[in-house]
C-alpha cells in the first residue's frame, strides 16, 4: 500500500512545500453520538446512518452511493434528546412473530423476532379513498380510481392477527384513506368489540361526522358497549383559513365545529389531532390546546410534526419541526400553563419519537376560576419513569399507572387511562403532605384531565433504524403483518401493500425536498416518485451498507 | 371548623404565618428528589455492608433507596411516629425489613451508640433543627472515625435574606432558620466535622417552588370551601412563593450539598 494515499489535501501541501507550521489540525464542528441504519430517501436502499450533535441540535446523516450525502434535523434540542435516553423501557415480547429474521432491520416486517417492542396500538387502513385531497397527507390518498378497500373478511383476519399478538389488545385505530366513507365502518367497529380489543378509536378528517348526525349517533351507540370504548380522531390543524387551505386544500373550520358539536351530543370523546408545519400553523398550538380545553368533546390534543412521508408542501430537512420544537412553541405560546419540562418522553417506544404531559384543569379557559396544573409539577415523574437511575421507584403501583398514562396505547375516553389517571392522582399525596384526603374531589379532577401528545413520526430522511426496532405503532396489513408505523410510511411497505391491494403499480414515494429536485417525478396522487420508478427491483428496502462482507478485503 | 379544614390550615395557612412550607414538603419530598439522594450517597461513597443513619427519615423513601441500590444497612430516625409506622410498613412491603430499621427520636439526641456508622444522611431537615450544634455534635458521636456526614439543605445568601423577604421567613420555618453555607460549614467544623464537598443545586428548590404552587392550585380546584373555610388565601400564598421564586433567581435563597468528614 502506498503511504502517500494517507495524506490528502492541506497537509499533503503542506508536507510538501515543508512549512508544517502551516498545517493546522481542525476539530470537528460536531458531536458524533450513534452509528445506526437509515434509508436513501430517494431509492429506499438501506444505508449506514450516523447522528452527530451542531450547535445543540441532532441531525442524522447517510451516505448514497448512487444519490450521495442526506442530512435532517432529527431532535432541536441536543440536551433534551440524551437526557430523555433514561426514560427507555424494558419492551415487552409479544405473543407471536409475523416474519423472520432474514435481511435485517427495516426490510423483515414485520414484526421479526428482533422487534424489541410489542403493539400499544394496532391500526387497521381500512382504505386508500378520501372525501379530501389534501396537500398534506401521508397516506397518500383522495379522491382515487386505482386504490382499495378492505373487505370484512379481510378486516376480521387482521384483527385475529393483532389479537394472536397481543392476547388482550389495548387499542385498535381504524384510519384510512378516510374510514368513515368505508360503506362497512360500523360493522368494523362492532367485529373489533367483538373480539378482546378494549378500545377503539376512529381517525377521521370529521366531514361525516359534521353532516350525518345518524351516522354520529351509531357510533355513540358503539361507545361504550360492553365496557369498550369508541374514541375519535379527529384532524384539527388550527383556525386560520389559510391553514386549512395549505394543509387541507379547503376551508373545513365550519365543518370540524360541527363534527365537535355532533360528537359532544352523541357522549363521544375527542382528541384534536394536528399536524404541524414550520411557517404554516406553528403558531395555532397554544390556540389549539386552549379550544380543546373549553369543548366539551374534547379531551387531548395530538401534535404531529409533518411527515414528510407521501403528500406535504416542499421543506428543508434542517429546519424541519422535531418534537422540542412542538413543545418549546406551546410552552412559548401559553407560558402561563406550560413549560417545557412539563413533557416527558414516552418510555414504551423509543423515548425520542413521543413526549406527553397530563393536566388537570378546572373551570373553563378564559372564566374567571379557570385552574390548570400540569401533573408533573404534581408527581415526580422522572422517579417513576426514568429506567436508567431507579432500581428503586417509590410506588410500584403508580410506576404502572404511569407507565399506561405515558405510552402510546394511552387515549382518553378509555377506560385503561381514566382508571391509571385516578390511580396517579391519588398518588398526588397530597393526604400524606397536607393531612388533605380528596380522593372524591380528585376524581371529579381526573374526569376532566386533558392529555396532551407531542409526536414525531419518521420520514425517508429522519429514519434511524434504533428507534424502528422499538416502535409501538404498528400497521396491521391485510396479509397478515403487523409493520411499524415509520416503516410502513418512510421505508417502502405502503407502496408494496397498496400495489398487492389494488394491483396497481405503486412508485416508491419520495419526500418533497428542494434538494432530491433532479431525481424526483410527480406520482398519480400527487406525491413525488423517482424519476425513474421504482429503481430497486423486489425486495423492501434492499442493503447496501456494509454487512455480509469481510471486515478487510485481501 | 372540621378536622379537614384544620388541617388544610396547617397545610397551606401562609397568609396566617403558620409554617407552610415545611408541613407540605417535609414528610413527603425534599428538594432534589431520588435524584438528589442518589448524588448524595455517591459522594459519600457508600459501599455494599456499610451501615447508614438517616435522620429526619420521614416516610423512609430515601432508607429504602440507599439499602436497595447501594446495599447499605439504614437505621431511620424520626421525631413523628406516624412517619416512623408509615417508614416500617413500606419496608416491609419492599421486603426490605432486616436491612432498613427505623425508630423516633430527636436529632439532637439520638437514640443509637456512638462510633458505629459509616455515614449519616440529612435531607432538608438540617435547617429546621432549633439547635444546630446539638444536632451537629450527634452526627459526630454516632459516626466512625472517617465517617462522612451528608446533608441537602436550603441555604440563605451570605448576610442572611434582605429585609424585604423577611416575609418569607416569616412564613416559612426551614427558610427562616436558614444559614448560609459557610455557617452550615462552621457549625459542623465544631462538631469536629470537616466539610469537604459543596455544591450548589437551586434548580432544585426552584422546583420545590413550582411543586408548592402546583399543590396550591390543585388543592383550589378540589377543596374551595375547604381552603374558605379555613381561612386560607390562595392569592395571598402565591405572591410567597413568586418571592421565594424571585429570591432563588436572584441567589438569594438557594440548595446545597455537603459532605463532611469525621477525621479518622
Known amino acids: 500500500m502506498n503511504a502517500e494515499v494517507l495524506v490528502t489535501g492541506e497537509s499533503a501541501v503542506a508536507a510538501n512545500s515543508g512549512v508544517s507550521s502551516a498545517a493546522r489540525k481542525r476539530n470537528r464542528d460536531e458531536v458524533f453520538v450513534e452509528y445506526t441504519k437509515s434509508v436513501c430517501p430517494v431509492c429506499k436502499v438501506v444505508l449506514d446512518a450516523q447522528v452527530n450533535i451542531r450547535e445543540d441540535k441532532v441531525y442524522l446523516r447517510k451516505r448514497c452511493r448512487e444519490h450521495g450525502q442526506f442530512e435532517a434535523l432529527v431532535y432541536g434540542d441536543a440536551q433534551a434528546y440524551l437526557d430523555s435516553a433514561r426514560f427507555n423501557k424494558p419492551g415487552t415480547i409479544p405473543l407471536i412473530f409475523q416474519t423472520e429474521v432474514r435481511d435485517g432491520c427495516p426490510s423483515d416486517c414485520g414484526l421479526c423476532p428482533e422487534h424489541k417492542q410489542h403493539a400499544c396500538l394496532g391500526i387497521i387502513e381500512v382504505n386508500t379513498n378520501c372525501n379530501l385531497d389534501c396537500p398534506i397527507c401521508f397516506a397518500d390518498s383522495g379522491h382515487q380510481p386505482d386504490g382499495y378497500s378492505i373487505t370484512v373478511a379481510q378486516c376480521e383476519k387482521m384483527l385475529d392477527v393483532f389479537v394472536a399478538s397481543e392476547g388482550e389488545a389495548e387499542v385498535v385505530m381504524f384510519s384510512g384513506g378516510e374510514p368513515t366513507i368505508h360503506r362497512h365502518i360500523l360493522e368494523f367497529i362492532d367485529l373489533a368489540q367483538s373480539k378482546p380489543v378494549r378500545n377503539i378509536t376512529l381517525n377521521t378528517n370529521g366531514i361525516r361526522l359534521a353532516t350525518d348526525k345518524r351516522f354520529v349517533a351509531a357510533l355513540g351507540e358503539r361507545n361504550g358497549r360492553g365496557g369498550k370504548s369508541v374514541n375519535i380522531y379527529l384532524q384539527f390543524d388550527g383556525f386560520d383559513e389559510r391553514t386549512h387551505r395549505e394543509i387541507r386544500g379547503t376551508d373545513l373550520r365550519d365543518r370540524k365545529r360541527r363534527a365537535l358539536d355532533n360528537c359532544a351530543e352523541a357522549g363521544l370523546t375527542v382528541t384534536l389531532v394536528a399536524a404541524v408545519e414550520r411557517g404554516l400553523n406553528e403558531h395555532e398550538l397554544g390556540d389549539i390546546v386552549e379550544f380543546g380545553l373549553a369543548h366539551p368533546a374534547v379531551r387531548s390534543v395530538a401534535f404531529q410534526p409533518v411527515t414528510h412521508s407521501g403528500r406535504h408542501a416542499e421543506f428543508d430537512p434542517l429546519t424541519r419541526l422535531t418534537n422540542s420544537d412542538v413543545i418549546g412553541l406551546i410552552a412559548a405560546q401559553r407560558p402561563g400553563w406550560f413549560r417545557a419540562d412539563d413533557f416527558f418522553p414516552v418510555p414504551c417506544c423509543f423515548p425520542t419519537c413521543r413526549s406527553i404531559t397530563y393536566l388537570l384543569t378546572d373551570g373553563t379557559p378564559g372564566g374567571p376560576d379557570f385552574g390548570v396544573v400540569p401533573i408533573p409539577r404534581l408527581i415526580q415523574v422522572e422517579d417513576y419513569l426514568d429506567y436508567v437511575s431507579n432500581r428503586v421507584v417509590p410506588d410500584y403501583a403508580v410506576r404502572e399507572a404511569l407507565e399506561k398514562l405515558w405510552s402510546a396505547s394511552a387515549f382518553m375516553g378509555t377506560g385503561t387511562t381514566e382508571e391509571k389517571l385516578r390511580l396517579a392522582a391519588d398518588a398526588l399525596d397530597c393526604a400524606e403532605a397536607c393531612g388533605v384526603n380528596l380522593p372524591g374531589a380528585i376524581a371529579d379532577l381526573t374526569d376532566r384531565a386533558f392529555m396532551i401528545v407531542v409526536q414525531d413520526f419518521q420520514d425517508p430522511y429522519t429514519l434511524n433504524v434504533k428507534q424502528l426496532m422499538k416502535c409501538c405503532v404498528e400497521e396491521i396489513t391485510p396479509d397478515g403483518r403487523l409493520i411499524p408505523f415509520c416503516a410502513y410510511n418512510s421505508v417502502g411497505y405502503r407502496e408494496q401493500v397498496r400495489e398487492q391491494m389494488s394491483g396497481v403499480r405503486v412508485a416508491d414515494v419520495v419526500p418533497n425536498a428542494p434538494e432530491l429536485g433532479p431525481w424526483v417525478t410527480e406520482s398519480p396522487y400527487g406525491s413525488k416518485i423517482a424519476r425513474n420508478g421504482t429503481s430497486n427491483g423486489p425486495g423492501i428496502a434492499p442493503d447496501m451498507t456494509n454487512v455480509s462482507r469481510r471486515a478487510v478485503r485481501r | ?264
Open chain 2, 1 to 264: 371548623m372540621s378536622a379537614d379544614s384544620t388541617q388544610i390550615k396547617a397545610c397551606c395557612a401562609a397568609a396566617y404565618g403558620q409554617d407552610a412550607v415545611a408541613l407540605v414538603l417535609r414528610e413527603s419530598y425534599h428538594p432534589g428528589g431520588l435524584a438528589l439522594t442518589r448524588r448524595l450517597a455517591r459522594a459519600l461513597g457508600l459501599r455494599p455492608g456499610q451501615h447508614v443513619i438517616d435522620v429526619a427519615s420521614g416516610p423512609g423513601a430515601t432508607a429504602r433507596l440507599l439499602a436497595a441500590e447501594f446495599g447499605v444497612t439504614v437505621d431511620g430516625v424520626d421525631l413523628g411516629q406516624s412517619a416512623v409506622d408509615r417508614a416500617r410498613s413500606a419496608a416491609q412491603a419492599a421486603r426490605l425489613p432486616a436491612t432498613v430499621r427505623f425508630s423516633v427520636g430527636d436529632a439532637e439526641r439520638l437514640p443509637l451508640p456512638g462510633g458505629m456508622a459509616d455515614a449519616v444522611v440529612c435531607e432538608c431537615a438540617f435547617c429546621t433543627f432549633p439547635d444546630k450544634a446539638a444536632a451537629a455534635g450527634e452526627f459526630a458521636r454516632v459516626l466512625r472515625p472517617g465517617g462522612r456526614v451528608g446533608i441537602t439543605d436550603v441555604t440563605v445568601a451570605d448576610g442572611g435574606l434582605p429585609a424585604e423577604l423577611t416575609t418569607l421567613t416569616a412564613w416559612v420555618a426551614c427558610i427562616a432558620d436558614a444559614r448560609p453555607v459557610s455557617r452550615y460549614t462552621d457549625i459542623l467544623a465544631v462538631a469536629g466535622l470537616r466539610t469537604v464537598r459543596v455544591e450548589p443545586h437551586d434548580d432544585a428548590l426552584a422546583r420545590m417552588i413550582d411543586q408548592i404552587e402546583a399543590r396550591l392550585a390543585l388543592l383550589r380546584m378540589t377543596a374551595a370551601d375547604h381552603l374558605m373555610a379555613a381561612g386560607v388565601n390562595v392569592d395571598a400564598v402565591l405572591r410567597y412563593t413568586a418571592v421565594a421564586r424571585r429570591a432563588v433567581a436572584d441567589g438569594l435563597l438557594g440548595y446545597a450539598l455537603l459532605v463532611a468528614e469525621k477525621p479518622a
